[in-house]
Each structure stands twice: as C-alpha cells, then as structure tokens.
C-alpha cells in the first residue's frame, strides 16, 4: 500500500484557506513533496522572492561567471527565484520535469514532477542540459508528525491533485485563483469561517 493510499496528500497541493493566520502563507500554494506519519514537507509556488535574480544567483554559486552579458539559455533566463518556505531558506530546492534525473540526489515525487536539492541540477539548467521544466525555491514548508493533518482539520488548507503546468507557471499572480479553479472554486466564495453543525 503506497503512500497516497494511506492519506498521504505527497504530489497534491495545499492552497491556504482565506483565514490563514500565518502570514508567510497567506494565499499560498503548496506543492507536497513528501507527507508520511513522520511529517510533511512542501514548497510554495506562488511567492517570489524580488530581490534575487537567477542570473545573479549562478554567479554567487560559481555557477556561472560573472560578466556584462550573462548568456543562458531561454528557459534558464526565465526562471523566477521563489520563496519556497520559512525552512532553511538559504537552501535551493528545485522542483522540475521528470526528463532530468540525478542518482541519489532526485527525487520523484510523481510521474511527472521530481525534487533536485544539488548545485548540479542548477549546473544543467545553466548550461541547457537540465530538465524542460523547472522552478528553483529558496527553503521549503515544513509540518511535524501529525501538524498538517490538526491544520486541515482546522479549515486552514484545501488539498487537490498536483498540477504541473501549475507549478512551472511564471504567472505567480494568478496561481492561487488558478489552483481553486482546479476544483470549481471561486475565490471570492470562500470564507474563514470553518463549517460547524
């Protein structure tokens, strides 16, 4: 019996309810990469991170050298940095097609969308040898043995299936609004308020 079969939401989105009281996920989408007993852990993918550009990012990690004209290829020179999370937050983790694949440092979230935490999948992408599709977070989401589940109890977040085109969309504006349509939800229906009879 896999994961999922047991309750475990990894591969599925968390997208924070209107009464979210934490404020670092205030509208919010989360994507699962890992939930067991033990806990969960997830990356948001809809909060940028302004003040960071890609580019920028290769050359503080000798990725790239630095120089007037930075040349990347075009899915490279797209990328958004996001924040990923309050957790580790100087950590890159990328989340990406599942064309690209490094032993032992990948891994597969579903059949299509994997997890890279290594300056070689960075590497790739820089050079153009790294997956068709990518997002790079700085830090992640994370959730001690049963806490998601008491927030979910708590009408703090809907989970839904994952979404590929969702989390490699460089629209993060209209993620959210796009991840309650994934279920017919209009933002503009929801409350804060918890249902009780």
């Known amino acids: 019996m896999d994961d999922r079969e047991q309750g475990y939401l ?9 009464g979210m009281l934490d404020e ?6 989360i994507y699962l990469c890992a939930h067991s007993e033990e806990g969960a852990m997830g990356i ?11 580019s920028e990012l290769l050359v503080q990690l000798d990725i790239i050298p630095e120089g007037p004209e930075i040349r990347l290829p075009r899915a490279a020179s797209r990328m958004i940095v996001q924040r990923g999370g309050p957790v580790e937050t100087g950590r890159g983790f990328v989340l990406h097609s599942a064309d690209y694949f490094a032993d032992n440092s990948t891994l597969p979230i579903d059949e299509n969308i994997c997890l890279t935490a290594t300056l070689d999948v960075l590497k790739a992408i820089a050079s153009g040898s790294g997956p068709e599709s990518a997002m ?3 830090g992640y989401a994370g959730w001690g043995a049963g806490q998601l589940e008491e927030e979910i109890q708590a009408n703090g977040w809907l989970s839904l299936k ?6 490699f969309d460089t629209d993060l504006d209209g993620k959210y609004a796009r991840a309650l ?6 933002p503009a229906m929801l409350s804060g308020e918890a249902g009780h009879a």
């Open 24 to 29: 670092r996920f205030a509208r919010s989408v």
């Open 162 to 167: 994952g979404d590929a085109d969702l989390i």
């Open 44 to 54: 948001v993918v809809n909060q940028a991170v302004p003040q960071i550009r890609f």
């Open 136 to 138: 790079l977070a700085l």
């Open 10 to 18: 990894d591969g599925q989105f968390l997208v924070a309810m209107p």
């Open 181 to 186: 349509a994934l279920i017919g939800v209009d």
